[in-house]
């Protein structure tokens, strides 16, 4: 099995040997970049389909179910959306509006896309499989990359011209920016346990073996398993998911900040966003999750990149579900719960993981009670003084 | 001098003039940042990675968000009337001034002359920046915390008073 | 505690995704065009002529009268009676409308034209998937597309069919009474006059018994 495992990996080996000498690093990057490109936009396609299908289902209605392989009668369950979709965006007529900053307005999706598939390419995606392995700085890699898409939803906001998209734009970037912190400050724990930035290092030290049986995947000690909740919880507003949705509000803001971009530029925008939200659940697999490695030692027999898919695709999953269940949050309360809730609970996770790490020694049915009660405690605390805000509204109707 | 090196202080080098002589005052940030992006890519060049990110991250991600923002916040961002051409020979000379200086103490350093040429150097590893940070740099590491976090809460502290200026919001719960 | 909320909705939407699957009423959708949602009885879109019988022309029970063309609100109706007659259900000898004409981009589906014929000719049809391409003459009804056998009547409205049948059958059986008593009255006076034929005067004598005048045959 480690053959299959291994597959991609001696493909491009193979691939590469056929090619001279002086061509073969420009091969090797060729190949990778245009792997990453074949299979997450592939994945973004999918995803726009179950998405719609899946929130149907959660609203009591079928989705799309008609466009099957097109022009033929074949249905297929509505899975040949995305071709219709594609085409569309395609065809589309590319609308400018007359007062719009015209260069700004063009590069802005670019802007958007390009970092969302650099990030992507230094996710572990199986074992020796990530395509850029920087062993001093992988982890700050993304998290500068996400930073440079702020300037994208700006760029967007500004060129059009439009309050609306402005107003969409600065609330944007002050989302993604206050969700950053916690964000960086939740991956700092894996990064002080692991001892390194590099992600295939900290995908590596997830393989341990512990108690025979498990994988020693972070997610499963106190810090983890609350520096897991936190960074899910900042990824989902780092990609504008709903809960977190408000700068593309469509009932406020019509579309936010591509309020002004029709066709193919809308289509960059939305696979940029996704390709974000995919990029960020990888890290979040890849810190937390034990990346490519199985949760069972009796499961190792999977191979590892088929691991990795199948937790991003419950992460997608997962969020189309939070996407069909929760309100949007109102800024303020967006901001509250990033500065005074999460915050807070971040720092106290640091320390809980210093904790851990200094006891070591000591038995581990001793410690996680002990690191689980001192994050609870804060959290409890933390939660009565949000829900005192929170009173219940007595209405009163006409009699 | 590489191609690679030529073309990223070409670039870098542009995007800097562009953000001084560009018209509209947003597209003159956006040029900073190009340049921000160019200095990063240079670090990278030369092998200081963690440098390169950390610029990323601190620069582009906040800083030129924070031009930006100020840019936003207080002007209307449209390009202003007429050319700003008085003081142009003053700014000149004073730029070639600094430049000169710089040039001489940078080209007479000593640590110019240690560096050995287009070698291998030794990336450093971002535990020995993190070693000095809390080890030997430990002081100026906390007086820098304190004054960011005393510039915090100055703003804080700002926004309050703007705030009490204003008539009261009225309360959350009206019963 | 923040988050014991949100569990419970994920938990509230996870249970609904899985009951569209498994239970029909919690997926009320209703497919277009392969599935249609069924109309209550009394639905009603637009007119139709109904015929007994098979032949259209033949057994079209409507006589021209043309009450339903004055009553019409939007006078959508364009009659053009026959010049000649024939016989219709109750034995009468009736006109026929040579051209029937209704509108119906105009007809606006009151149901005055079925309420005041006194023929049970006109009711209201149930189809509504009539859209053409042609905005002018597209929707103008003739004779030959307003005809509509009795039995697809019944099928799509049992209860007024069957109402309009038995309001029918009385007429036809008070018609068959009458020309009954009619035929008995002129018997009895053909009798009356024969009888006393040898003891009436001589001014009497040179008309003839009157034969009885048969009932007509029914075309039925």
């Known amino acids: 099995m480690a053959s299959l495992d291994q597959i991609f990996v001696t493909l491009k080996a193979w691939v590469l040997g056929l090619l001279p000498e002086t061509v073969q690093p420009f091969a090797g990057v060729m190949i990778s970049i245009s792997a990453i490109m074949a299979v997450f936009p592939g994945i973004f396609a999918l995803t726009t389909v179950v998405e719609r299908k899946l929130l149907g289902r959660f609203q009591n209605r079928p989705g799309p179910n008609r466009v099957g392989i097109p022009l033929t009668k074949i249905r297929l369950a509505g899975f040949g959306q995305f071709i219709a979709d594609g085409i569309k965006s395609l065809t589309k007529e590319d609308v400018v509006p007359r007062n719009a900053d015209k260069v700004v307005h063009f590069i802005a999706p670019f802007v958007l896309v390009v970092p969302s598939f650099l990030a992507l390419s230094v996710l572990p995606v199986g074992r020796n499989m990530a395509a850029l392995n920087f062993t001093e700085t992988g982890l700050l890699f993304f998290f500068a990359i996400g930073a440079a898409t702020e300037i994208s939803v700006f760029m967007a906001g500004w060129s059009s011209r439009n309050k609306y998209s402005l107003l969409g734009a600065m609330r944007g970037i002050a989302q993604m920016l206050s969700y950053e912190i916690p964000l960086i400050l939740s991956s700092l724990t894996v990064v002080m346990m692991v001892g390194s930035l590099s992600l295939v290092t900290i995908v590596e030290k997830q393989t341990a073996v512990q108690w025979g049986v498990f994988h020693n995947w972070h997610v499963f000690t106190p810090w983890g398993f609350a520096g897991f909740l936190l960074f899910l919880t900042a990824a989902c507003a780092e990609a504008n998911r709903t809960p977190f949705d408000l700068p593309e509000a469509e009932s406020e803001l019509i579309a936010g900040y591509f309020t002004e971009y029709s066709g193919f530029k809308f289509a960059l925008f939305f696979l940029g966003e996704y390709l974000g939200m995919f990029a960020i659940s990888g890290v979040a697999i890849t810190l937390f999750l034990g990346g490519w490695s199985a949760p069972f030692t009796f499961l190792d027999w999977v191979p590892s990149w088929l691991w990795f898919f199948g937790k991003l695709v419950g992460f997608i999953l997962f969020f189309i579900w939070l996407r069909g269940t929760l309100p949007r949050l109102k800024v303020d309360q967006l901001m509250n719960l990033a500065w005074k809730f999460m915050l807070p609970m971040c720092l106290i996770n640091l320390v809980v993981a210093g904790v851990w790490h200094y006891t070591a020694d000591w038995n581990d049915l001793i410690r996680w009670p002990l690191g689980a009660a001192l994050l609870a405690l804060p959290y409890w605390i933390f939660s009565r003084r949000f829900e005192s805000r929170f009173q219940t509204r007595t209405y009163r109707y006409a009699s | 001098m590489t191609l690679a090196f030529a073309i990223l202080a070409g670039l870098t080098v542009g995007a800097a003039i562009a953000a001084m002589t560009l018209r509209n005052l947003v597209h003159c940030s956006l040029c900073a940042t190009v340049s921000l992006v160019g200095l990063a890519l240079l670090y990278l060049n030369l092998g200081a990675e963690f440098a390169a990110f950390v610029q990323i991250l601190v620069y582009v991600g906040a800083v030129a968000i924070l031009i930006v923002f100020a840019v936003l916040l207080t002007r209307s961002g449209e390009a202003p009337a007429g050319r700003v051409s008085y003081g142009l020979w003053t700014g000149l000379g004073v730029a070639l001034a600094v430049f000169g200086t710089l040039a001489w103490a940078i080209g007479g350093s000593s640590a110019l002359k240690a560096l050995p040429k287009d070698s291998a150097v030794p990336a450093l590893p971002v535990k020995d920046v993190g070693d000095k940070l809390v080890g030997d740099f430990v002081l100026p590491l906390q007086v820098i915390a304190l004054l960011l976090t005393a510039a915090m809460l100055g703003a804080i502290v700002i926004a309050m008073r703007e705030a009490k200026g204003n008539p009261q919001p009225a309360t959350r719960n009206p019963q | 505690m923040i988050g014991t909320g949100i569990a419970k909705g994920l938990v509230l939407t996870a249970k609904n995704l899985l009951s569209t699957y498994t239970d029909k009423e919690r997926l009320p959708t209703i497919e277009y065009p392969d599935e249609k949602q069924p109309l209550p009885e009394a639905s009603r879109q637009f007119p139709m002529l109904i015929f007994d019988g098979e032949d259209e022309m033949k057994g079209l029970r409507c006589t021209a009268c043309q009450i339903c063309e004055k009553e019409c609100p939007p006078k959508c109706i364009y009659i053009v009676k026959s010049k000649d007659k024939r016989v219709d259900y109750k034995g009468q000898n009736q006109f026929y409308p040579a051209i ?86 002129k018997a009895k006076a053909a009798a009356a006059k024969a009888a006393p034929m040898p003891s009436a005067s001589p001014e009497a004598s040179p008309e003839t018994p009157k034969p009885a005048v048969a009932a007509p045959k029914m075309p039925m």
């Open chain 3, 100 to 185: 029937f004409d209704i509108d119906y981009s105009v007809c606006m589906s009151c149901q005055i034209c079925v309420e005041v014929c006194p023929f049970e000719s006109i009711k209201m049809n149930t189809e509504f998937e009539l859209a053409t391409p042609d905005r002018f003459g597209g929707l103008l009804v003739h004779k030959q597309q307003l005809a509509k056998s009795n039995a697809h009547y019944q099928k799509i409205h049992p209860t007024e069919a069957a109402a309009s049948d038995a309001a029918m059958a009385v007429e036809k059986a008070k018609a068959e009474a009458k020309a009954k008593a009619d035929a008995e009255a």
